[in-house]
């Protein structure tokens, strides 16, 4: 009985890449549905590890469908609207299939994900309260709503707040990075605001200064989603999430304007142009690469549950299906054992999870 906590990229992924090889496990999530709420902007996959997990899971030909290999453009400008890098531009040398990092949205692929799993093997509505012992072996997982269940193996890919974590293995929180952005999602950006599209380019932007940042990114469907990022105390996120988002667009608007004062026209013109649109705020955490945690037996964690990032690193979905891949690959050896070698199931599998985690986190401190 193996329970997955979490359906964001990384769980669904691992529950894929288990049914590929014939093992079914249950996932919960504490969403009330797959479109209960947005779940962010574009991702690129690494053919090293994002990549290869979706090519493991047979899904590659369904992820093409979706990508957006012209999406690999990135330019920095500063705050003045100087352009001081293109990459990937009109032009430039296309990196080939082998060595491109593609970009997908994050709904795409979780979508792609989910239906590539029988309907009953999500748990919607779930949200995780407790991990607890089993009287007679295993855990018994508490949830919100009132239900319970139990499982030999128990997962937690349920993000930097995972309960799973806190409940069963450490009380260790992530940090505030002293980073927040507030994120708007454009819609229409090419018939809407050309001149911005044109600016932004095919992908990626960065506009830079006053160690604050505009980060202006395609998504598909003609959106563009723009991440304000601004360093500050934790108490200035909070104060815009509890002060100025329920005061309305104009006064989100003036806000951003008057923490990008002096900035140049045309990059105020991307604030200017995010009045309306949905706006939300969010903290940047994350765990120090030394973060670890004691095995437990039965108990195991992947992606940002196990070690949360700042996204400025742009790793961290990839090493969330890294880990998945790596997960799958042990419960394997785990349920089957190796050719030839007898031994007891029960240690063979906490060998294989024990070994899984130092692989993760090793990878983790890497990136």
Known sequence: RISIIGAGPGGLMLARLLRVQGIRPRVYERDVSATARPQGGSLDLRPEDGLLAVKRAGLFDRFRQHARYEGQQTRIFDKTGKLWLDVGAEGDRAPSEEQARPEIDRQDLRNMLLESLEPDTIRWDHTLDSVAPAPNGGYTLAFRNGRSATAD????????????????????LPTYTGVYFIDAAMPDIDVVHPSIATLVGQGLAFFLGDRKAIIPQRNGGGVLRVYFALKAPEEQADAFSDDVLPRGPAAIRDALLENYKGWAPEVLDIVRASEGVEITVRKIFSFPPEHEWKSVE?????????????????????????????????????????AGVQDDAKARMRKAVHEFEKRMMARAKEN
């Open 153 to 172: 193996l128990v997962i937690g890919a349920d993000g930097a707040w995972s309960k799973v974590r806190s409940t069963a293995l450490t009380k260790a």
């Open 298 to 338: 039965g108990v195991t964690l992947l992606g940002d549950a196990a070690h949360v990032m700042s996204p400025f690193t742009g790793v961290g979905v990839n090493l969330a299906l890294a880990d998945a891949l790596d997960l799958a690959d042990a419960i394997k050896e785990g349920v089957a054992g190796k």
